[in-house]
């Protein structure tokens, strides 16, 4: 397979895959992929602890099922996810034998479609990720490509038409067997409580295998914009088109209207739009905020951050102050690592507001009222809780900016 990967299948198409995706071995790899990321269970509730307990029989008969064509996909369980507008998203967690068989789907067709992709699509693709969707987009304004088309995509997974995204998988796919496969698991039954019902459009979100097929059918989108010259930074449906005028952003927008109407998807018509970069607010992408050649945290993720740190600080927290600012210490290290490339003034305050969360804990035991501040400061002064070992985001991103430096 790898042989022929580099030098092309007969007719351009691949017709023998599913003995790829059964095979004891290919089963057995997903399975361990699918125990790695843990995860609860679906619909008939095997947890991945009961799978473990006599996965080598079960992978056997997962085997012959799949070989026989016996195997039916069980519907997805939904659940609902609180967002931190106050709304729930909904989530589909399938079973854990369904993901086995995805994670194998995966694992055999995702290195076909990956030869085709376009460099600009950056989600949900092996060697690639968020950092370097992040990283082109600072270089492309620093080239002065400011005025950005800020693109959503209304209900993207919800949208998708099945019968266009098979058809874009039967371009590369002749398995027939493969196919049905597939498109068994694109028409899964979704069973929220006692209801019960098969979706006529969209992928399952949850699924394994969903990020590859929205990868699949945005695919023909990246090569109408990249053939003709408009560089497109995508990830996932998350994308931004960044142009040196305001006349190229235009027609880049005509253009991306035309190729997402085309494929039965619409944008939406108000959150997507026409950005001058060098102007507030300029726009978001993927958590963080461009303007002006620098970038911050989005208010989105801040508001996040802080909503994260609230739940771990209440005054009446009952822990000591050196487990709590462990707890902490964990939420700030995973954030700076991904917001690390932002302006420095973002994390000063940050950091003043999380000493103030501190303080008023120290305060309330202390049998005052209200939050920290005035001469909290002093009680208990800002290297009082270096001391604590309290990870500062502003002195982290200082050392940060530093080995940047000596490394140029």
């Keep these: 397979m790898l042989e022929a990967l580099e030098n092309g299948v007969k007719g351009g198409k691949w017709h023998s895959l599913i003995d790829k995706v059964y095979r004891k071995e290919s089963l057995a790899i997903a399975w361990k992929h699918v125990e790695a990321r843990r995860g609860g269970g679906g619909v008939d509730g095997m947890s ?66 990956e030869k085709k992709f376009v460099e600009c699509s950056y989600g949900f693709r092996p060697g690639r990720g968020c950092k370097d969707a992040l990283r082109v987009v600072e270089q492309e304004l620093a080239m002065g490509r400011t005025w950005v088309v800020d693109v959503d995509i209304e209900e993207y997974f919800d949208t998708i038409d099945q019968k266009r995204l098979m058809a874009e998988v039967a371009k590369e796919v002749a398995d027939g067997s493969l196919l049905d496969l597939i498109e068994q698991f694109l028409e899964q039954d979704v069973m ?107 208010p989105k993720s801040e508001q996040k951050f802080r909503e994260n740190l609230r739940a771990k600080t209440p005054r009446t927290n009952g822990h000591s102050l050196d487990a709590i600012i462990k707890s902490v210490n964990a939420t700030l290290r995973g954030w700076f690592e991904y917001f690390k490339h932002s302006s420095r003034s973002a994390f000063v305050k940050l950091d003043q507001w999380v000493r103030m969360r501190l303080r008023s804990i120290l305060r309330k035991r202390s049998k005052r009222r209200g939050r920290g501040g005035g001469y909290d400061h002093f009680r208990w002064p800002n290297i009082f809780f270096q001391q604590r070992g309290l990870f500062s985001l502003s002195e982290a991103h200082l050392l940060f900016q530093q080995s940047v430096k000596s490394v140029h």
């Design 48 to 113: 991945i602890r009961r799978f473990a307990e006599r996965a080598e029989k079960r992978l056997t008969r997962l085997s012959e099922q799949l070989r026989e064509q016996t195997y039916k996909p069980y519907a997805v369980k939904r659940v609902w996810i609180p967002k931190s507008d106050g709304k729930k998203r909904p989530l589909g967690v399938p079973t854990i034998i369904d993901r086995v068989v995805q994670t194998s789907i995966l694992n055999t067709i995702e290195p076909i479609f």
């Design 192 to 298: 929220d409580g006692m209801k019960r019902w098969q979706p006529e459009r969209g992928t399952p979100q949850g699924a394994v295998i969903s990020p590859l097929l929205a990868n699949i059918y945005l695919h023909p989108v990246d090569v109408v914009m990249t053939e003709a010259g408009y560089r497109l930074v995508r990830y996932a449906d998350d994308m931004v088109i960044l142009c040196e005028s305001r006349e190229k952003a235009e027609r880049a927008m005509t253009l991306l209207t035309e190729s997402m109407t085309e494929r039965g998807l619409r944008l939406h018509p108000v959150k997507t739009r026409l950005v001058d970069a060098t102007l507030r607010p300029g726009f978001d992408f993927l958590g963080y905020r461009f303007f002006e050649n620098r970038r911050y945290p989005r």
